[in-house]
C-alpha cells in the first residue's frame, strides 16, 4: 500500500512530448495525398490503352515524375506514422523494438525502390 496520492504516482510520467508532432504528421500527410492521389487517379485513367511506351513517356514529363515522387514519399511516410502507433500500442516486449526497426527498414526499402523505378523510366524513356 502506498501512501502516495493518485495525483502523486502519474506526476513525472507525463508524454514524451513527440504525440502531438506525429499526430500533426500523420494529418499533414493524410491531405498532402487526397491532392496527389486525385491526380494519380485522374491521370492514369486519361491513358489511353496505356502499354508500357505510353506510361514510360507519361512518367518521362517532369512534372509527372516529380509528383510520383511525392506520391511515393508522402505514401510510405504516412504509412510508417500509422504502423508506427499500431506497433506501439499492440506489441510488447523485446518485440516490439525489433518490429520498429523491421518497420522502418521496409519503409525505406519501398521508398527508394519507388524512386529507382520512377527515376529508371522517365530517364530510359527520354534516352
Known sequence: MSLQTPLGRVLGMGSAKTGAGH??????????????????VFAVLGLQHGNYLMVAAWVAEPVNAILLILLVLTLVYHSSLGLQVVIEDYVHGATK??????????????AVGGIY???????????
Open 23 to 40: 499526430w500533426w504528421m500523420q494529418r499533414l500527410t493524410a491531405v498532402a495525398l487526397l491532392p496527389l492521389g486525385l491526380w494519380f
Open 97 to 110: 523494438v525489433a518490429t520498429l526497426v523491421l518497420m522502418q527498414f521496409v519503409h525505406v526499402i519501398m
Open 117 to 127: 523505378a520512377i527515376v529508371t523510366v522517365s530517364v530510359g524513356a527520354a534516352t
